[in-house]
C-alpha cells in the first residue's frame, strides 16, 4: 500500500492545528510500517495509487479532479464547518463537487459527519470519522516540572494561555477583554495569519498580555507554557475540536474551549464550554472566575480524553485506506 498526502500549496506558510494533523497521520501511518509520502510537485510519485487530500480550500476541485483523471483513489479530508447561517461565506458548489469525486470524505466528528451530509446533500456513507488525536506521551508529562518561559513577566504568578493562529475565528480580541474584566494574566502564542485583525489587538499597550508568536510544536517552550499556566482557553467561533485544547487536556490543564462544532465529543462532561459563535464577553469572563475558583469543573476526565492519542486514531484511518484498495 502506497499512500501520497496532498494540501493545497501555502497551507504551511502559516501552519495550524490542520498542519499538525497532517504531520502526525504521516508518523503514525509511517510507523506501521506503511509507504506514505507528502506531494512533491516537481517530482510527483506516480506509482501510488491512492491519494489523500486535506482540505477544502478554493482551487482544490481542480487538482482532485486531475487525480481521478488519472484513476487515483481519492481520499478527502474535509477540515470543515459549514451551518445554514454561514453556507453564503463558502463556495459551495465547488466544494461539493469536491467532495462528490471523492471516494471517502474523511470528518473528525460524528456531528460533523451529519452536519455536512445534510448541508451538501451527500449520503452518509460517503463519510468515515476519524478523530484527530495527541501524542500519547503528553498523558505522561502532567507531573512533570518545566522551567516557566523566559518571555513571560516575572511579576506574573499565574496566567490564562492561549496558542492558536492570530485570526478573527480564534476570537483572541474577545478573550483580552475578558482577563481585563477578570483581571486574568494572559499569554498567546502562535502564527499572524491576519496581521489587520492582530494590529487591532493592541498588545504592546496592554499589560496583561504578552504575545511569543509561533512555538515550536513539543519543543521544551510549548511544554513550558501549558504546564506552568492555570487554564487553556479557546474561544473559537468554532473549532473541530482545536488540537491545542485536545492537547491541553492530555497535558491534564482545565480548559475552556468553544462549544461550536465537535468540541463536545472529545471533551464529554466538563462545565466550561463557551459560546464562541455568540461572542459574549460577560459569559466568558464568569467562566474564567468559575474555572479559577474551581479547577475541576474544567479538566477533562482521564478515560475520555485518552481515547484519542494518536496511536488509537490512525488505526481507523489505516483501515479505510484498506477498504478503498
Known amino acids: 500500500m502506497q499512500i501520497v ?45 491512492l491519494y489523500h487530500f486535506f482540505s477544502c480550500m478554493g482551487g482544490s476541485i481542480d487538482f482532485c479532479n486531475y487525480l481521478k483523471s488519472i484513476e487515483k483513489t481519492l481520499v478527502l479530508s474535509t477540515s470543515l464547518w459549514i451551518t445554514e447561517d454561514t453556507i453564503e461565506n463558502y463556495n459551495i458548489e465547488q466544494i461539493k463537487l469536491q467532495m462528490l469525486v471523492a471516494d471517502r470524505i474523511i470528518v473528525n466528528s460524528n456531528k460533523e459527519k451529519n452536519l455536512l451530509s445534510n448541508i451538501f446533500n451527500i449520503e452518509k456513507e460517503k463519510f468515515s470519522v476519524v478523530f484527530n488525536g495527541f501524542e500519547p506521551e503528553l498523558l505522561s508529562l502532567r507531573e512533570k516540572t518545566f522551567r516557566r518561559s523566559k518571555g513571560i513577566p516575572s511579576t506574573w504568578d499565574e496566567y490564562v494561555f492561549c496558542l492558536a493562529n492570530i485570526e478573527r475565528r480564534k476570537n483572541q480580541h474577545l478573550l483580552i477583554e475578558a482577563c481585563k474584566l477578570t483581571n486574568k494574566k494572559l499569554v498567546l502564542a502562535g502564527h499572524i495569519r491576519e496581521q489587520d485583525y492582530f494590529n487591532t489587538l493592541n498588545i504592546d499597550k496592554n499589560d496583561l498580555v504578552t504575545f511569543l ?16 499556566s492555570s487554564c487553556f482557553i479557546l474561544p473559537s467561533t468554532l473549532e473541530t475540536p482545536g488540537l491545542a485544547a485536545l492537547e491541553a487536556a492530555a497535558l491534564g490543564i482545565p480548559i475552556i474551549v468553544t462549544s461550536e462544532g465537535s468540541s463536545k465529543e472529545y471533551f464529554g462532561e466538563i462545565k466550561t464550554y463557551y459560546n464562541g459563535k455568540k461572542g459574549n464577553i460577560m459569559e466568558l469572563a464568569e467562566l474564567i472566575n468559575n474555572l479559577f475558583q474551581n479547577p475541576f469543573i474544567g479538566k477533562v476526565k482521564f478515560e475520555q480524553i485518552k481515547k484519542f492519542s494518536w496511536d488509537n486514531c490512525v488505526n481507523k484511518q489505516i483501515d479505510i485506506y484498506k477498504e478503498l484498495l
Open 5 to 49: 498526502f496532498a494540501t493545497y500549496p501555502w497551507a504551511y506558510f502559516t501552519p495550524g492545528g490542520g498542519e499538525i494533523q497532517i504531520e502526525k497521520l504521516y508518523k503514525y501511518i509511517k510507523d506501521k510500517g506503511i509507504e506514505v509520502y507528502k506531494f512533491d510537485s516537481w517530482e510527483p510519485f506516480y506509482e501510488a495509487s
Open 213 to 228: 508568536g509561533p512555538v515550536e510544536n513539543h519543543s521544551y517552550e510549548f511544554f513550558s507554557l501549558y504546564l506552568n
